[in-house]
């Protein structure tokens, strides 16, 4: 009779401890999903920036018109997901009526505005970060951040915000570097970013915007290798 009774109470545990495992296995994959989705729509609000910044001489407006028209066609759902993620519905309207201001300066070819706005859209993808766990790509997004305003301020040859943004994103690329490890097989992209981002100090005392276009260029193709482990 005792052996029964000590059957069914591990046959009880085993139970418990199998839903209980079936539990993290949902709360984990939970996670992802959120994580995921969060990346998705951040990837699709990067798009409308690379052809404008990419092409400094001839933009293909035509090109970044159809990219704004596609996020426009997932912003339903977009702004669902956010949503679902824990985004706050004030945040979404307030991305919403920027995203709108960008198209406007899109459908004028309004270069500087539209930059302006692209700059606004990427402030808020941190804060939508903020959601899930993945610390990692909340600082790849503030660099892009940071990055986004020296390009905006060389552009418009305004080299006292440049420095002042520069400084900001020399502070958020040093919380990259402190961590560098976790990039594992990228480490070298990393640090050339890290020597270019040193040099872009003398593009101030320069006053030359092409320079910058030309480091700009080599500096987002190695940050974007370097941090393709957490960006997609």
């Known amino acids: 009779m005792s052996g029964g009774g000590g059957e069914g109470q591990s046959s009880d545990k085993q139970e418990k401890s199998d839903d209980a495992s079936k539990q993290d296995g949902k709360q984990e994959g939970k996670n992802s999903g959120e994580e995921s ?4 729509s951040n990837e699709k609000f990067e798009m409308a920036s690379n052809n404008i910044l990419d092409n400094e001489r001839n ?8 990219d704004i028209e596609n996020i426009y ?10 949503k679902e993620i824990g985004v706050s519905q004030e945040q979404i309207n307030n991305y919403g009526v920027v995203l709108d201001s960008i198209a406007i300066a899109i459908k004028k070819e309004d ?6 706005n692209i700059i606004m ?8 970060e903020e959601t899930n766990q993945d610390n990692e790509y ?22 006292e915000q440049f420095n002042n943004a520069l400084t900001d994103l020399k502070m958020s690329y040093s919380n990259i570097m402190t961590e560098k490890e976790k990039y594992k097989g990228k480490i070298s992209n990393l640090e050339n970013v890290n020597v270019i981002i040193g040099q872009l100090g003398d593009i101030a005392s320069l006053k030359d915007k092409d ?11 190695e940050f974007n290798c370097g941090s393709s482990s957490h960006s997609k």
Do not use: G, H, M
Not at 59 to 66: L, R
Not at 111 to 116: E, F, G, P, R, S
Not at 121 to 128: I, R, V
Not at 211 to 221: A, D, E, G, N, S
């Open 211 to 221: 320079v910058f276009f030309i480091k700009y260029k080599t500096l987002t193709q």
């Open 121 to 128: 859209l990427y402030e808020f993808l941190p804060k939508f």
């Open 138 to 159: 909340k600082k790849i997004l503030e660099c892009k951040y940071n990055l986004l305003r020296c390009y905006r301020d060389a552009n418009i040859e305004d080299w």
């Open 37 to 40: 989705k969060t990346k998705e």
């Open 59 to 66: 933009i293909d407006w035509d090109t970044i018109k159809s």
């Open 111 to 116: 270069k500087n505005t539209t930059l302006d």
């Open 73 to 82: 066609t997932s912003w339903v759902t977009i702004a669902a997901d956010l």
